[in-house]
């Protein structure tokens, strides 16, 4: 069975600390634990999914300009 130390999932996790992922096991139960405690099996994939990021969204279509240069837009004349 695999064993990840708590501090080590967070950095993993993309985190400074390990408060937030402590916070998590607390709110979840698990009582006692701290950054050098080690985490196993189940309780290793519910962490890493809770804080698994979402896919980022696509980028937005690129947007076309028409050419710079060449002829003048027309230009509205009032009419006095």
Known sequence: MDKVRVR???KELGM?????????????GVKGKSASSN????MIDRVRAHFRKP??????PARR??????RPSPRRVRAR
Do not use: H
């Open 8 to 10: 080590d999932l967070a």
């Open 16 to 28: 400074e600390t390990s408060k937030e992922v402590l916070a998590f096991l607390e709110r979840i």
């Open 39 to 42: 985490l196993e099996g189940e």
């Open 55 to 60: 896919a980022p969204p696509p980028p937005p």
């Open 65 to 70: 300009d028409p050419p710079r240069g060449g």
